[in-house]
């Protein structure tokens, strides 16, 4: 994990995290006093996705082996279902947990070594579940546990994790008692394991396999998405996206729904004001950009756009008076294009001219970023 810190920004890239989000690692060990066996994980999963909008926040889970293979993977996928399709990402048990431990802004977790890995690595850790029976008090995990940061359940998560990243300072025990010789554990571990076996060492040198590329793993958000927007300038519209039910805001801004055409809420598809999809462009199963949106408005008549995700950045839109129009963010833009959907469906709701769309195009803030977005007429 030393070794490949200086991949990163790569391992946030390959689980679409933005440059703008943070990426939050709740871990498990496998035990019943653990995160996961406590009941405390499933519980806290609704509230995450609800609390933390999914433009600022990409979640992504790290559970023990044995909790997979206990279970069965159909089963752990099955009891999260609403989570991942809000976003979560299950990470691969045995290649992938080091590369999202790298790749963290903060990780929840508890008394097994994986939190204590990230802690060593010197990332916020916040204990969700910290039991101390079970650990030998003169154990450096028994010291971490009993003074590392607790979450509160009973108070608004966000906030929480905010005063965590914010005010983090490293702790410098895991990092000390993790490895007294940080970088010469292959050259230390072979030579005693050859005197052991008692036969020469060999004289190439020791080295370990490089940390693997994950595999290109963005958040898919198939719940229905609550959509807050405000119009704070003269064309800018902000928009701040949930995967859960969220309050209306107090002061000015209006609230919309947003929903996957693959969403399991089938129902929601005739409440929502945005339909959306991901898809290429030449995807024949679809037609073409142009004939799904129009497909999807007669199937919707009470949608008002339908939005064809084609690549980061892009998207073809149709409005329901059947208005064609391709959306392209300017370069280095990395925010979900279906953000850019809504941020123009609120700003047609609000009595805006869409010729201004087309002439000078919109400032959406979202992710805690601002995108400079185009619209040409189709």
């Known amino acids: 994990m030393l070794a490949a810190r200086p991949y990163r920004e790569r391992y946030r890239r390959a689980?679409?995290?933005?440059?703008?989000?943070?990426?939050?690692?709740?871990?498990?060990?496998?035990?019943?006093?653990?995160?996961?066996?406590?009941?405390?994980?499933?519980?806290?999963?609704?509230?995450?996705?609800?609390?933390?909008?999914?433009?600022?926040y990409r979640l992504a889970a790290v559970l023990h082996p044995n909790i997979w293979y206990g279970h069965g993977p159909g089963q752990l996928r099955a009891w999260l279902d609403r989570?991942?399709?809000?976003?979560?990402?299950?990470?691969?048990?045995?290649?992938?947990?080091?590369?999202?431990?790298?790749a963290a802004d903060a990780v929840i977790g508890d008394h097994g070594s994986v939190t204590y890995y990230a802690a060593a690595l010197g990332t916020p850790v916040l204990l969700g579940a910290a039991p101390l029976t079970g650990l030998a008090p003169d154990a450096p995990v028994h010291a971490f546990v009993r003074t590392a940061p607790r979450l509160d359940p009973a108070r608004p998560l966000r906030p929480q994790l905010t005063q965590l990243i914010d005010k983090h300072s490293p702790l410098p025990?895991?990092?000390?008692?993790?490895?007294?010789?940080?970088?010469?554990?292959?050259?230390r571990l072979r030579h005693l394991f050859y005197d052991i076996i008692g036969i020469p060492e060999p004289d190439a040198p020791a080295l370990l396999e490089p940390l693997p590329?994950?595999?290109?793993?963005?958040?898919?958000?198939?719940?229905?998405?609550?959509?807050?927007?405000?119009?704070?300038?003269?064309?800018?519209?902000?928009?701040?996206?949930?995967?859960?039910?969220?309050?209306?805001?107090?002061?000015?801004?209006?609230?919309?729904?947003?929903?996957?055409?693959?969403?399991?809420?089938?129902?929601?598809?005739?409440?929502?004001?945005?339909?959306?999809?991901?898809?290429a462009a030449d995807d024949p199963r679809f037609g073409s950009p142009a004939l799904w949106t129009t497909e999807t408005l007669a199937r919707h008549p009470q949608c008002a756009l339908a939005a064809?995700?084609?690549?980061?950045?892009?998207?073809?839109?149709?409005?329901?008076?059947?208005?064609?129009?391709?959306?392209?963010?300017?370069?280095?833009?990395?925010?979900?294009?279906?953000?850019y959907a809504s941020a123009l469906y609120s700003w047609l709701a609000s009595g805006k001219s869409l010729h201004e769309v087309v002439a000078q195009g919109l400032t959406v803030g979202t992710g805690g970023a601002v995108h400079r977005v185009r619209f040409n007429c189709g």
């Not at 690692?25 to 995160?35: M, Q, R």
């Not at 807050?228 to 996206?241: A, F, K």
């Open 15 to 56: 689980l679409g995290v933005g440059r703008a989000q943070r990426l939050v690692v709740l871990n498990s060990t496998w035990n019943p006093e653990s995160l996961f066996g406590d009941d405390i994980l499933p519980s806290l999963l609704p509230r995450l996705t609800s609390e933390l909008p999914v433009d600022e």
């Open 83 to 102: 989570a991942r399709r809000a976003g979560l990402t299950l990470v691969d048990p045995l290649h992938g947990w080091r590369q999202a431990l790298l």
């Open 173 to 187: 025990d895991p990092a000390t008692f993790t490895s007294s010789l940080p970088g010469e554990s292959a050259t």
């Open 213 to 279: 590329l994950p595999p290109f793993e963005p958040a898919a958000h198939t719940v229905p998405l609550q959509v807050l927007t405000t119009l704070p300038g003269s064309g800018e519209v902000s928009v701040v996206r949930y995967a859960g039910p969220h309050p209306a805001p107090d002061g000015p801004g209006e609230t919309h729904m947003a929903v996957h055409e693959d969403t399991r809420e089938q129902s929601q598809l005739s409440l929502a004001e945005v339909v959306f999809r991901h898809g």
């Open 308 to 339: 064809y995700i084609t690549g980061p950045g892009t998207c073809t839109v149709r409005t329901s008076d059947g208005t064609l129009l391709h959306l392209r963010a300017d370069p280095g833009a990395d925010a979900d294009p279906a953000a």
